[in-house]
């Protein structure tokens, strides 16, 4: 089973950028979907962008397409998120997940049962 393991939260200001960074380990990385999600205060978990297997496929929530591009390097066992133009609204504990089906992460309602999940890296945007 993988495990997932994000790095690279802070705090910054609006405006600024910042990646972040899921290592994975105990799996065949390339024959998962990777996904990024996130949860704010109060709020439900919410899909932000996901990359298929070879990395050729790219989804993204409405709210980050053109700022956010989602990453992969199968060498390495690892999906990036760049950060571009950063809101206060995009203030949020983020996670990364694994999943053998495109669908699943993509297409996530908050029912799916995904294959793995990282303890998550808080990201603080002030204004």
């Known amino acids: 089973q993988v495990q997932l393991a994000e790095s690279g939260g802070g705090l910054v200001q609006a405006g600024s950028s910042l990646t972040l960074s899921c ?6 990385f390339s024959s998962y979907v990777m996904g990024w999600f996130r949860q704010a205060p109060e709020k439900e978990r919410e899909f932000v962008a996901a990359i298929s297997w070879g990395g050729d496929g790219r989804y993204y929530e409405d709210s980050v397409r053109g700022r956010f591009t989602i990453s992969r ?3 390495n066992d690892t999906v990036f998120l760049q950060m ?4 206060p609204e995009d203030t ?3 996670y990364c997940a694994a999943s053998t089906s495109l669908l699943d992460v993509a297409g996530w309602t908050g ?3 995904l294959d793995a999940w990282g303890q998550g890296t808080l ?3 002030s204004s």
């Open 84 to 87: 571009n133009s950063l809101k």
């Open 123 to 125: 990201v603080t945007v």
């Open 23 to 28: 290592a994975a380990s105990g799996g065949t």
């Open 73 to 75: 390097d199968n060498a």
């Open 111 to 113: 029912s799916e049962a």
């Open 92 to 94: 949020a504990v983020y």
